[in-house]
């Protein structure tokens, strides 16, 4: 038997009519491409947003289109979100940091008719467009003033195609399993491969993501994203947030740490999200300038590992709760957050269990296996493949006709490795391809990274397996050091000794200006292995 109950299809429009009709005068504040801050409100957005959407059903955009952003966070880039997925075409975010080789393959491949671009990225598309194959306009995110000259053709001024239609439009209604947005994986090996995601999935998501022990949205908090709307919808905040109408802070293209330190006091920021290499440079501002944000109650960190030195930097020394939590952009991104249990109570294993990647969010199922895909306990000790399932995961990646990451029961394969324990805490040790394999015993180059960095004199640490003799591999340490020290190799490990396994105590540590990043942020640990691999490790 049935339930009889509407079966309203979940669209992501309804996000931001609700918003309007709810919250509509909260605001939205941007720091601009052009400079200047902007501030409108939700009501503003929802009718800009359907300006935006006649003027793309003007331009012939249908059900299922394919359209492209090349953009920064701002309430331009929102309004896309919206007006673009509000008529069931296809949000397609593009990362500015990839090559302009990958760049063009990912459009050819989405085969993307309209891109949006913000001001400061034409170039980037100036660069691949007479190699798009389906491109049929460029929409440059600005007014007629600032409207750059260009070669491009088939150019239009944002701000005029908005002008140039009413707000006279009421949301179409279609399938909840329609697409919405695609976002590409950066393929640290093979091609980039694209992750489709629906209205269904992205409004589970959101319904998710606004707990009070996942990202505790709400209409009080006034949230900053700083981690782009280019990486997997900026944890999918902008539809979270406008969910419960909270207050939102796009911080545009200026990511350093000033430029977010003077958008969370001025805006009175409660929480703020991005992954630890923003927070590195927030907090050398606060250090170098004895400031902080008193208004900021959480930041959320992830994306990559989130060393237990800079969670305890925030809560001691700022009094910022960190949500350190895992996903990926197969993930929609949300996987795990870590939020000590109200049990307990003492302080070292509250932090120690806040630098794992913690228990699942509810919707996401999790699991370790071994290399024959059995499962393995949760001891937190044995540690194996992480699988994942739930209804915000991808079943397939875009245009593909098998998936070689999911088995029989619907796992995906992250490709991490990792740790589960008996409170339900997952651990990532690594990803598969950065374990470092020593004498037939697995050593996590993550955790010698977070423990590393909590060396004063450190200010970054990778950790790279290189090929050796007799172990297969030794573990070589990779230091960016902090201003004007050189901790020794002797001094890292007479700090490493007491907190690891001998046999897992770097065998050499090296010294680099800056680690290489990947688009995402993500330390490109390839590159590092093409730089150092062939470093002579002392004999033992
Ligand atoms: P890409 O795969 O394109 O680099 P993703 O954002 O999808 O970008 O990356 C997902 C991966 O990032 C995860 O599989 C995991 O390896 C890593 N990751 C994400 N969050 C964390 C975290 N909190 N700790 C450690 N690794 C993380």
Redo the contacts with the bound molecule.
Sequence with gaps: MLGRIMDKPLLISSLLQHADFTSGDREIVTRTVEGPIHRYTYRDAHKRARQLAKALQALDVKLGDRIATMAWNTHRHFEIYYAVSGIGAVTHTLNPRLHSSQLTYIMNHAEDSFVFVDLNLVSLIENVADELRGLKGVIVMTDREHMPETGLSNVYCYEELIEGHSDDLTWPEFDEKTASSLC?????TGN?KG?LFSHRSTMIHAYASALPDVLHMGESEVILPVVPMF??NAWGIPYGATMVGAKLVFPGPKLDGASIHELLVNEGVTLAAG?PTIWLMLLAHWRETSSNAPSLKRTV??????PESMIREFQDDYGVEVR????????S?L??I?IPKPSMTDETKRLRLQAK??RPVFGVEMRITDDAGKPLPHDGKAFGD?QVRGPWVIDNYFKMEESEAHDAEGWFA???VATIDPEGYME?T??SKDVIKSGGEWISS?EIENLAMGHPDVAQAAVIGIPHPKWDERPLLVIVPAEGKTPSHAEMTAFLSDKLAKWCLPDDTVYIDALPL???G?ILKTELRAQFGDHQLPEA
């Design positions: 590409y994986t950066s393929g640290t980039p992750a990486h997997v992954v960190i992830g994306g990559s590992a989130c350190h939590a895992w996903g990926m952009t197969e993930t991104p996987g795990a870590s990647q913690g992480l992250t490709g991490d990532i690594d990803r993550i990947g688009a995402t993500k």
